[in-house]
């Protein structure tokens, strides 16, 4: 078989860019993606077995429609349904249909590798401080993990702790107690919101797109929100540290490399109409709000319209927003726990994504209300999230020459005519140790196709292509284009195939 | 300009490991058959083809995009079975080919006269014990991946009629209940190697207590009921696990002057292969296996001598050209180590290797970096 060599502009690789479009909607504590449904199993309330909702990217979509239950083992199982032993017989038909449908989950034999689950902590630190250590574990023990691994949009408020609490910069405060658990000392010591103090550095590394990334700022004349953000400090327009900051995650598996600059939208419905829109119009990562409905009391006026709520980090998929004007003259619920009445306001923005709010916590007994959960204020907003993507493929394109002259044979058995008596020995001429010779006289197959019936147009030669090979440096086969249909190669017809590969 | 020293890994700062990672895969009988029911008898989950030959099995309907392939299931026996040549025959040629299909891929030829192997329900590979009819299930590599792990695969199968396969029409010491299990299979022995891997076979448990009819290390020759390929995830079941089953298959047979209902032979025979799938799959009450993916890894010792990396070129290092981490001027220069670049030969930074915290690094410690890159 004869190769055909890539010559250097055969072969190109390139990067394809795309920009897939990406939406959450959040009601009522259920978050939705793309508008999808709930597709709900025989076994689980939604098939992917992804808890609350549709909102969620299954990682693996492994586990499809099985429950958590335990079913009998196969040695349960022919013992309850043994008919021979003297205890009470359960029918096997029965035992059948209650077997369970368990997760499919990994596991893993600890050896020498030290490799393990990111489940299981290595070291003390770590926030979820309930998971197992690996050095718990002996060699040999299994370690298991679980399935279904999901993704979804996490809602973080970062709010003043306590009376004394200033704002997402908060402190914990940790003591000394006594022998009797009296306080000896008292001193501030881990963040509040580690997450905040995590993303300091970077949003003060993106001030050069805009001030507001700014952790702390003076850069601007006049403040955006003056009610909002007024501190004592007179020095600065704000400090991030000691606002309340409301934090939306969205995990990179939803928009690849960095969400497109300029395509995110935030919408807040109330009741159901539009009460305020942010927008990055300015392509640096400021969100601004875009549409308002009527200023409390003012018809006509539109609070907030043109003010910076917030900014966006596209690289890390993080919103942070810290516009407290209130959208609109109405009150709800929406802080866990809390029994004030909060105005709508972009600090709120994505109640019920992720965060632990919901109908159940936000409408605890206040002194004038009649019964725990009497207040539903908390259903009235719904609250849309867009934005597209930014995906990056890199793709091989390869161009197959077949030229005049070339590729216009084949050794499909079929290429060549049939003739009666064709045993396998007579294709062969002369065969011994020292020759092996085909018959001289087998001739090609006439596939030419005749504008007349019954008549055999004149002999060309030619071929049907129906596959390109692709081979590396050592001759291994890495790769078979298959055409949709095999094409016509005449004699004295050039063709190139274009392939391409995503890789 | 940033100043990057590189340090050289020597052949005693790489090593390889292999990891194996398992997975528990649990397919209950509820997956397999009767859950997911249209209108009549129709199954959304199983999906038939005009050419016959086999059926394929699904863990939810077929039709939607979160479906997953399970297994597919064909029937087959071999031209010089005692099913074979059967008047009543129902694709026939389609069975034969079948088997021999398997046959070939599996267990290869024979080396006296290049005749197809037969399968073989022990370990010997003598072409005694021959299997000759037999189910075949052929799992989806998405659940067995590299392999099936060879000791761990259980399959738990009802017996009795069609109607109600787990009545005890059947007695047994088991009543109508079959567990089959590779029972003399592990990591390093109880398995035979063929052209299609290692085989290993499923032995009927006996009783509730766990025996099974294999006698142990001697006991390479004892039959089973079916054959098991690891790293092809292949099952071949005999049809003598249903032997004593009176009604197989819902269908009959016209047996002398009125219609008898069909035991698994005449199932095999003269029931399509489709038809014999269903009728094993209403009886498929549980099946489980361990499956096993190698992990390769590659372990660089990042090596930290007492004397280096003591400073950094960060930017956040110095506060008007002063060391931040540092309180006074004459103390031994400090670092917080976060990151391990891995270069190529030519310095081209190929990966990065993040630390889930900062190391303190001065001259008085020396550090080593223990950077594992799974493929």
Partial sequence: MSLKKFRPNDVIINTMKAHPSCEFFVYDSQIYYNSRPVQSGAFADSVLCTSGGTGYISLYEYNIDRSSGQGYSDAEFLLLSNPDLDQPRLDPEALRSNHGNHFIYPYIVKDGSKVSFKTIRNSGGGSDQTAEMFHQYADGDIITGSYPMSASIVRELWSAVGPAGFGAGDRKNCYETGSTGNILTEWKCGPEYPHYWALKNRLNYYGARSPHYRVSSSALATRVAPAAVHHADQDYDWIKDQQTINFISVPSIFYGSQIKPGSLSLKWHYTGSLIGELQDT???????????????????????????????????????????????????????????????????????ANDGVSQANTSVNAPAEPSPGADTSFKKSSFN???????????????????????????????????PNEGKRNQIRITSSQVYEERTDRRIKNTVSSSYSDYSASFKRQVYISRVAVYDDAKNLIGIATLSNPVLKKEDEDFSFKIRLDI | MVVINYESLGSTDVTTTKTLLHESIPLTGTIVTGTYKESGETETNIKNYTHGMFQSVYDYPYLSSSANHIFDMTVGYAKSSTLSGAVSAVQESKKINMYNQFSQVMMGYTSSNNTIREFELDLTLDQTGSMKDAFFINFSRLLYKDEIKPGTFNMTLLTGSWANPGSSEQKSASGSVLVIADASASSNQGTTNTLGGDYGVLYRRYGPNGSFTYSGATGSSDLGVGIIFYQAGIIALSTASFDGTPIFNSGSILSGASPTPMTVAQSFSSASISGSCNALRKRIANVSFNNSTQINSTIYFCRVPHNKYNYTANPTYLSSSQIRVKNVASDTPVSYITTVGLYSSNNELMAMAKLSEPLKKDPTNEITLRVRLDY
Avoid: C
């Fill in chain 1, 282 to 352: 300015k392509h640096n990562g400021e969100l601004i709000q875009i549409t308002a409905s009527d200023r409390p009391g003012t018809p006509g006026a539109r609070e907030g319209t043109g003010s910076v709520a917030g900014v966006v980090l596209y690289e890390e998929g993080i919103i942070l927003l810290t516009g407290s004007w209130a959208l609109n003259g109405s009150t709800s619920r929406l802080t866990a726990g809390s029994v004030t009445n909060n105005s709508p306001s972009w600090i709120y923005f994505g109640a019920g």
């Fill in chain 1, 385 to 419: 999230l867009s934005f597209k993507g930014t995906t990056k493929t890199q793709v091989v394109t390869m161009f197959a020459h077949a030229r005049r002259g070339e590729a216009n044979y084949s050794n499909n058995p079929t290429f060549l005519e049939y003739t």
